[in-house]
């Protein structure tokens, strides 16, 4: 069937890094929230098989009996797999450990690496099948749909890359910062030279940011001199609320929003709208 011409289809955004503990997962539940606080309608896709950003939004286990393994192999479409969160305007499409086995069994599968998008094209534009009892803020279309990827470049990962518009990467403020980025970005290459043309980086955000430690601003000077404007001017600092906040089953912002953690990804979810914006309105190629 035809896409409804009147409903623009929304940014596709992953969170990639292969390398574990670099704040992938917090930014996706914190980024999806920030986003829909200021009134965007999102979906995050966890498209890891621990589940963290499952967990950290407070979807029990038991609750997730259609998850994301399911739709990628295709026996069931993403908008049976998603629920809401306790933030108004926020849903996810959970995951759960079968997606460990998702990689061999999609090996001999046709269209492997686009079963994300396949899934994601065909979705109703709000997430939610016509029959389902929607709030009037669920029966909006989605604006944004924020894919967190496991630490590795698996099929999962080369699954979210040809799903997605833009790539968002976090770098932990650490000594060995850009260690593997250049792999990263090689994927990045591969990927659009192969399945997904139009893929574009959206930036670079610095996490974990210890102002009190002399090697943070040290890393962030070299990030930057490096990256250039890539880099957003927002930097997410340590803060112990956000890695606090998923033990309770609640984004940080939810936990204590006034924080130095929750403030600031505010400010980044104001400057992704603002790079977004640019895009958009620039001229066609
Ligand atoms: P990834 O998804 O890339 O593996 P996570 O988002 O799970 O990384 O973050 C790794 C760990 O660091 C988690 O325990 C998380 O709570 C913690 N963490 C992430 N960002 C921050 C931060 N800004 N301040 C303090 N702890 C953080
Ligand atoms: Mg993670």
């Given at each position: ?124 534009p709000a997430g939610r099948?016509?029959?389902?009892d929607a709030s009037p803020?669920q029966s909006q279309p ?144």
């Amino acid at each position: 069937q035809m896409p409804d011409q009147g409903v623009k289809k929304p940014r596709v955004l992953v969170l990639a890094n292969q390398k574990g503990g670099v704040g992938k997962t917090t930014t996706a539940i914190n980024l999806g929230t920030a986003l829909a606080a200021v009134g965007e309608r999102v979906l995050i896709v966890d498209l890891d098989p621990q589940g963290n950003a499952s967990t950290g939004l407070g979807i029990d286990r038991q609750a997730r009996k259609i998850s994301t393994y399911d739709v990628l192999i295709g026996s069931a479409v993403i908008e049976d797999a998603i629920v809401s969160t306790q933030v108004p305007g926020l849903d996810v499409a959970p995951s759960t450990m079968d997606l460990l086995g998702a990689e061999l069994e999609l090996a001999s599968v046709a269209r492997r690496s686009h079963r994300l998008r396949d899934a994601l094209n065909r979705m109703p534009p709000a997430g939610r099948a016509p029959e389902r009892d929607a709030s009037p803020i669920q029966s909006q279309p989605y604006s944004y749909v924020l894919i967190d990827c496991p630490p590795s470049l698996n099929l999962l990962t080369i699954n979210a890359m040809t799903a997605a518009d833009a790539i968002l990467v976090p770098l932990q403020c650490e000594f060995f910062a850009l260690e593997g980025l250049s792999q990263l970005l090689r994927t990045v290459e591969r990927v659009r030279s192969s399945l997904n043309p139009k893929l574009e980086i959206q930036g670079i955000v610095l996490t974990m940011f210890d102002k009190r430690n002399n090697l943070s601003g040290q890393v962030a000077e070299d990030v930057r001199a490096y990256l250039g404007d890539k880099v957003y001017k927002t930097v997410i600092p340590r803060n112990v609320r956000i890695s606090e906040a998923p033990s309770y089953g609640k984004p940080a912002l939810v936990y204590d929003f006034r924080c130095s953690g929750s403030q600031a990804y505010m400010r980044l979810a104001s400057e992704i709208i603002q790079r977004e914006q640019k895009l958009r309105n620039r001229p066609a190629a």
